[in-house]
């Protein structure tokens, strides 16, 4: 599996919050919205997008860190306009 990770900060989007967030990744090209602003708006809300949304329960890498490879496999299984709550594992 190929992947390339972008920053939202360091694309200068630090500043762009929900819809108008997804809207630059859809149209940037991406293919997912990885995040975990926790506050994103209620799922039934992204049914007309075309990339799905990864929320992680932490933004720390350590955690993410351990379990990347399987965060990394699920990206394989999500499908457009979904959106998927991924919880810390202890």
Sequence with gaps: MDLTVNIAKKMGWATLENSNLLTAAETG????????????????????????VLIL?????????????????AIDFLEANQVVRWEREE
Aim: hydrophobic share 40%.
């Design 29 to 52: 090209g991406f293919d997912v919205l990885i995040t975990a602003d926790q506050n994103l708006p209620d799922p039934q809300s992204f049914t007309t997008r075309r990339i799905p």
């Design 57 to 73: 329960s932490t933004n720390y890498w350590l955690p993410i860190e351990r379990v990347v490879a399987r965060v990394a496999s």
